[in-house]
């Protein structure tokens, strides 16, 4: 804290300041005159300088803040004298709105002394306004000139978010620009993840020995995108199941994301001719509780031993109570979550793990579905144009250009 | 079998017992490892050791019992050097289930440790609603937000609240904090309007996001997580719950160093087998 | 009929939250602050469906006597008793010093928060097992985990002084660097997947 | 006092062994407690949301005579359609309005609190200071490392091409890059963990034991 008094002493206008202390010692003296006390205390009692009179602000400035609803208005003065004169003496500055210049003024807000602006949010849009500003002290205020008419707008495009703006527009256009591409060429290359197989060899694995699956799809319900994600991934794990003809086990945490996976397995099992074999009751709501949930799921684990368990979806932190638990009860684990903090422990302790954005291009690559792949091809293309403007970026910023990084800001 | 092959099928709950005997015997045989005191707490013990005798300290209790292994013994560090330094103390909090954790911590320093007197040498107003507009409040008029403390005593018959009015009769914050409200609210709508002195307890979690507040001096001290706590203890020369548990922490961290040095030994003892 | 409204809703309500957040204009602004109201008070009926299926399930499987069927009574009857604590006297019934928050404080709060410890059992056994230096990207795990643990803690200070320095320029850059590509990654991934619902091409969540 | 009087400290007590027990096997003490928690928290939640969302978002400004939230009670309502097979189709109204508003919103937080940010955080530590040795050595470095860190893993997550040549060695590097990332994280958390522990250990040694102080 000391060091910004430091700099503002050497300031070039040391002037001003040492005029200003001159003022001070004989405002000082004055008051001690006037009052018979001590110079030496004089300009540190608030108390004592209460006896004469503040001097008042003055309103610079009222105008419309930017970027909003249109419903604040900023309002900036000049800070009163009496201020650098004798400091503490002002506690505070109220700022006082009347409707119109002879109705009465009403206070709509208050900084403290040494601030020389307000934004005053309860304004209606295009109505006017007069203002003005008090200086108040501890025994006495002083009212400032009227200022007015101001007035809020309202706006229709925040300015500020321009950037924002256009990255949504930028990744939007991609996606569907290459979902239409998609629709017309038909299939398009997608690199095959390992995942794939590891999804084989679990299943067939718990079909040797007679076990079930567990398939968990997170925490999330359906307004995640991580969970749709899971279903096109669950839509294959049920094909296989009922292929093999072993039992797939899903508790649920969410009503709306039971039904959505009872209708998702319903489907697989009819694409592979074994609708008899659906069983709707593998497919129940557990609790909306994350630990409740934990606990149930961790008593399936060790009861019924499945043999291979799918965390894919969105994980919290039972992320690794889930792998260490299946872990005991020796099952092949596959997992894939989108929530970042979590990904280390899935790593550490699964066979197999889908690392973000893998998430969602397995179940696109599965499913085999063009449009979906197409998707993913509009990613890419974003993810090579993130690559070029980091790039250019650098150089630009080495060249003492700046403009690529402003397209970002954010205030 | 040889005993790199009986490792390897080393039953899980060994290990358990291991990391429980670890995070225990700390507990009951102090190994008191020194702990390396941090600016920001160092600055906040520095703060109150300047403060004048009776100056008024405002304690936040913005914690559940979730917060509680983290936030606790930084509380009772901090109240344990108000009352030796004769402050007094005003303790209030916006989460409702952090009232009880604030009683306990007056029962457990003001009364059973330094015998101070309630109403004069310190007050509890309990669970206060509204977050940031209590704020705003609060540094306005105390008595006005403050109607009855914790007991439903109105705020009148308590002599020490008789010159405690404003933000100005304050001499420091302290928010104890572990989300929302808290510090955020703190920082935004009391400092920013009413400026006094404002430092912050934090989990280890949320600790990192408040390093910048301390730059711009909007905050004058920070108490990270349980490690922050045991700093604060070492500098009044107290052993509490998170010296202690650091001891803990250093126990399990290395225990758990241990087992991977082990798992990776008998690793490469089955590799070169084969 | 049951397809096309559904996907009118969507459609609709997903282009108005998105093109809206950009108009700070108040008429706007006002519906949009409704919309997100509503959205709040319609998912919390969500949480009071799964209450429902829950007591149904468990009500069920006492009647068929299913296994551990025992079980499902104390379910219910915990299950009740929170509900009838957390109305009897109205809203004044969650306040501090009622039954409810009792039973919070007592018996809610210990089971999550001990559920939640046995985290610190778990990564030790995983640590155990899984941190092995089987190739060269294991062994990048593996010494990451070790150094930044030692940075967090006074023995690690005791063993060098530099631990936690290279523990927070560890955090602070490479970590963070993946991270963030992993971040970019996932960001599309949404985005990607949230336009299609709303486009209606991606419908598989309905029934 | 809520959390030190005789009997409750007991049960806490004993629902916090139960818990642990599973660590040892599973058993009717971990099922016990198992139920009660799902039992509970169920309870928990209604009410918790009923009395902090549901009634003073929707049913008290109805009664004060804001006709407008018959609109999202009646959607939540019904929700309950699902229950009943013939009516289950009504489900679709309030779960696409939800998922409308929700997605909306997603896309441009993704893009404002993620993406924008991420990437001019990126380049925007660049000056001709950091690579021409100004700044702090290390400090340089780190931002270096921290370009071609996020850099290499854009590459790794790139899925339509085979990673093989330039986009093959990237995502080696981009691998490494995952790698420290993950275990860093992963030796980050234990010290919240195990104060987890230490926190549940202290309550039964001293709140209810009382053999420390």
Known sequence: MREPELRQLAKPDRDTVEVMRLKLIIVAAIIAVICNVDIADASTTPQVADSISILPPRIISLKDTPNDAGTSIDIEWELSPTESLIPGMIIEYQVLRAPSPDSTFEQVGSVPAGTSTYTDEGTIPNKPYWYRVAAVGREQQVVSEMAGPGHSVMQWFDRRRIGVAIFVALTCTLVMVFIEVAKRKGKMFLRRLPVFDAIDEAIGRATEMGRKVLYIMGQMDVDDPQTVASMSILARVAERTADYGTRLDIPCVWPMAMSMARETVKESYLRVGKPDEFNANDIYYMTSDQFGYVAGVDGIMMRDRPAANFYLGSFFAESLIFAETGYTTGAIQIAGTAEVDQLPFFVVACDYTLIGEELYAAGASLSGDPIQIGSIRGQDVAKAIFFVYIVAGVVLKLFGINWLETLLKID | MGVVERLSRLDRRYIFLAVAIAVTLPIFFPIGLPIEVTAPVKQLYDVIEDLPERAVVLISIDYDPSGAPELQPATLAILRHCFKRNLRVLVLGMWAPGVPLGMKALEEIAENEFHRQYGIDYVNFGYRPGGAIFLINLGRDVHDVCRTDVYGTPVEDLPMMDDVHSASDIALVISMSMGVPGSDQWIWYYHARYRGKLATAQTAIGAPRYYPYLQTGQLIGLIGGMKGAAEYERLVQTRGLATIGMDSQSAAHMLIIGFVILGNFIFWMQKRKR | MRLQIPLTIILVMGIFTLVTSFIPAKPIADVNQMFRNWYIGIITFFIFLGTFNLARSNAEKIKKQGRDWQYSIILLAFLGIMLFFGFYRGRASTEEGQPFMYLYFNVQFPLESTMYSLLAFFVTSASFRAFRARNKEALCLLLAAVVIMLGRVPVGTAIWKGFPTVTEWIMNYPNAAAKRGIRLGIDLGLISMALRMILGIERSYMQ | ?213
């Open chain 4, 1 to 213: 006092m809520l959390m030190t009087s005789g009997p409750w400290v007991w049960i806490a007590a004993m629902l916090t062994l139960a818990i642990y027990s599973f660590l040892y096997k599973d058993n009717p003490f971990y099922k016990i407690a198992e139920y009660i928690f799902v039992g509970i928290s169920a309870g928990y939640w209604a009410i918790f949301l009923w009395w902090n969302y549901a009634y003073p978002n929707l049913f008290e400004p109805l009664a004060k005579g804001n006709y407008l939230n018959i609109i999202p009670i009646g959607l939540g309502l019904m929700m309950f359609t699902q229950l009943f097979r013939r009516t289950a189709w009504l489900v679709r109204f309030p779960l696409t309005f939800v998922l409308g508003v929700s997605l909306g919103l997603q896309i441009v937080a993704a893009v404002e609190g993620d993406m924008v940010p991420q990437l001019r955080g990126t380049f925007s530590p660049f000056s001709r200071g950091v690579l021409f040795g100004t700044a702090d050595f290390w400090t340089s470095i780190g931002y270096i490392v921290l370009l071609v860190g996020v850099l290499s893993t854009l590459i790794y997550f790139f899925f339509s091409k085979e990673h093989k040549g330039f986009l093959g060695a990237g995502a080696r590097i981009g691998i490494y890059f995952l790698m420290i990332a993950f275990g860093a994280s992963f030796g980050y958390t234990v010290m919240a963990r195990i104060s987890l522990l230490f926190g549940r250990l202290h309550f039964l040694f001293s709140d209810w034991l009382h053999v420390i102080k």
